[in-house]
């Protein structure tokens, strides 16, 4: 069990607290999967759905009209729940992390933008765990830069006819619906719409399935004339950026707190690892240049705590945009992590490579996290753009620059 110490911070209440002791208790008493690209990795992914659901933590993933932001009192998503659920899931299995995230992603849009029909078709079911959620965005030269998607939604009377190809999309082949963004007019952001497309509706298809290094269920969709009602529609026309940027914008910080959780377990493994392995009759621990690895690990795992929850608690308070909070904690939290567990490989010697180690399967894990939901170039971008706009804010009205947060629309993935 890792070091909770970090739950007496401000950024919790005593929910939180009950809640990440609760499911480290539960978490820690299931045997998680860990397949290989030999295995049935769909059927994993299928097992950790369902498992998940039935013990309730997919209630996490979708609105909860009880729950309430405390500025408006809007129905809202506990974004620091998903951060401990997330990287309390992460130390104990990539897969298992992947699957909930998933769940919330997918629906997130349908949770914020949906209608009443809408949210009350789609959102039990992936709560329980009963039907399996994806979120489709990324195309093969529209990744980065979703401006630049060519999927089309026409409108024909009471249907959308959709066409084009999404890739790189989590849960191909298994989701039961995706929320899709697709081109409706042509403005580089407003002509973008998001829509809700079921995994039996006629003209789309699975046209392969993407290898990883850490196997995920991972393909390509294909839409050829694919016939929707126009009640799938999410929000308005030309919605679809900004429904993506406020899904991200409340995700993207849990992507973090799943590479804080891996190097969390990174750090476990390897000071066990150095108090069990005896260098010239003493533990290797006992070695000053062990000891100076575990202190840096140490240290980069708080600072990227500290971002991440830093983000979620700025969201739950108020509910504003954090697009500067969320880019630092996903951009800070997902390299260190990648150093954190390359550190622990090292210290493990020729047993870090092993496959089946668990720092081995940490090091395949955690090399995707710094390119989804935007890569660690784009975070930087990010950042930058939103310090300038702090700075001229700043410089215009001095007085209220500090208290003033910015709700606005970020172009960059």
């Known amino acids: 069990m890792s070091d909770q110490s970090f739950l007496d911070w401000p950024f919790f209440g005593d929910p939180h607290r009950q809640l990440a002791f609760k499911l480290e208790a539960w978490a820690s008493q299931q045997t998680w999967p860990h397949p290989t690209a030999r295995d049935d990795v769909d059927a994993a992914a299928r ?112 249907h959308f006819i959709i066409n084009g190809e999404k890739t790189w999309i989590s849960n191909a082949g298994i989701a039961d619906h995706a929320v899709l963004f697709a081109r409706t007019g042509e403005h580089p952001t407003r002509g973008i719409s998001a829509f809700i497309v079921e995994s039996h509706d006629p003209g789309l298809t699975v046209t392969e399935r993407i290898d990883t290094i850490a196997p995920h269920p991972l393909g390509t969709l294909r839409f050829v004339d694919c016939r929707i009602p126009k009640t799938r529609l999410l929000g308005t026309l030309g919605q679809g950026f900004k429904i ?95 150093q954190v567990i390359d550190k622990a490989v090292q210290l493990f010697g020729a047993l870090g490579v092993v496959a089946g180690n668990p720092v081995e399967e940490l090091y395949r894990e955690i090399r995707a996290l710094r390119i989804y939901e935007g890569t660690s170039e784009i975070q930087k971008l990010i950042i930058a753009r939103q310090v300038l706009e702090a700075h001229r804010r700043a410089q215009a009205d001095p007085a209220t620059a500090s208290t003033t947060r910015k709700r606005g629309e970020n172009n960059a993935l």
């Open 47 to 158: 097992a950790n759905v369902k498992r998940l659901g039935q013990a309730g933590w997919l209630n996490h993933c979708v609105i909860d009209p009880t729950h309430r932001n405390e500025e408006d009192s809007t129905p809202t998503i506990d974004v620091r729940t998903l951060c401990l659920i997330r990287e309390t899931l992460a130390r104990y299995s990539g897969l298992a992390d992947f699957s909930f995230a998933m769940q919330g992603l997918g629906c997130g849009p349908i949770s914020l933008f949906g209608t009443a029909e809408q949210q009350t078709k789609y959102l039990p079911p992936v709560a329980a765990g009963s039907a399996i959620a994806a979120f489709a965005i990324s195309e093969r030269d529209a990744g980065s830069d979703v401006a630049a998607m060519t999927t089309t939604a026409r409108l024909d009377r009471d």
């Open 244 to 338: 993506a940027m406020a899904t991200l914008d409340i995700f993207r910080s849990t992507v973090g707190a799943a590479a804080l959780g891996m190097a969390r377990r990174a750090l476990d493994e390897a000071l066990q690892r150095t108090l069990d392995r005896q260098i010239h009759g003493n533990p290797l621990f006992e070695q000053q240049l062990t000891q100076t690895k575990i202190a840096e690990m140490a240290v980069a795992i708080d600072c990227a705590a500290l971002l991440v929850y830093r983000a979620a608690w700025t969201k739950d308070r108020d509910g504003s945009r954090i697009t500067r909070e969320a880019a630092m904690a996903k951009l800070y939290a997902t390299d260190q992590a990648q």
